[in-house]
C-alpha cells in the first residue's frame, strides 16, 4: 500500500501553526508509525504545498534544507518520493503563477496521481493523510482514500494497515 503525507502540520509541526520554518520538530507518533508501516513493506511518501516560496518568504533552497532535516528526523530514507508545489495563482514571484504549475496545488489531487504513477500504485492501494481540507479535497480529486492525520495517528490506523 502507498501511504501519502502531506508534510506541515501531518508530519511536522507547521510553521504556519507557530513553528519556525529553518526548525523541524516531528509530531508525536510520526516516527513510530512511520516506521511500523515500512516495516510490513508500505511505500511512504509526502505530497505538499509550499506556497510561501512563491510570496518570497522562503526559497526553493530553503525547503530543500527543510526536507532533508524532515526526512533525517523522521527517520525517512533522502530518497523517500516527494512530490511539492511552490506555485500559487497569486503569488508576488510571476514564475510561480504559471497555470501547470498552478494545476498541482493541492486541492488538486495531480502530486498523489504522480506519484502514483512513478511508484506503481492503483487509486485503490492509496492512501493520502493530510491535516487541511484541501488535503481531503486533493484526495478525492485523486480518488484514494483520506484520512486526517489525527485520526490516523491516533486509535483509527489500524483498521488501515491491515489493507
Known amino acids: 500500500m502507498l501511504y501519502v503525507f502531506d508534510l506541515d502540520g501531518t508530519l511536522i509541526q507547521g510553521y504556519m501553526d507557530g513553528g519556525d520554518y529553518a526548525h523541524v520538530q516531528p509530531l508525536p507518533g510520526r516516527i513510530e508509525k512511520l516506521a511500523e508501516l515500512r516495516a510490513v513493506g508500505h511505500t511512504v511518501a509526502i505530497a505538499t504545498n509550499q506556497g510561501g516560496i512563491a510570496f518570497g518568504y522562503n526559497s526553493e533552497g530553503d525547503f530543500k534544507t ?59 492501494q492509496t492512501m493520502y493523510v493530510g491535516d487541511r481540507p ?30
Open 66 to 124: 527543510k526536507l532533508l532535516e524532515a526526512l533525517r528526523a523522521l527517520k525517512l530514507a533522502r530518497d523517500t518520493p516527494v512530490k511539492v508545489c511552490f506555485h500559487h495563482s497569486t503569488a508576488s514571484i510571476e514564475r510561480y503563477r504559471d497555470p501547470e504549475g498552478c494545476a498541482r496545488r493541492k486541492p488538486s489531487g495531480l502530486m498523489i496521481k504522480e506519484l502514483m504513477q512513478e511508484l506503481g500504485y492503483s487509486a485503490d
Open 134 to 163: 484541501e488535503d481531503d479535497q486533493a484526495a478525492a480529486h485523486a480518488e484514494v482514500a483520506f484520512m486526517w492525520e489525527r485520526d490516523f495517528f491516533g486509535l483509527g490506523a489500524e483498521n488501515f494497515m491491515a489493507r
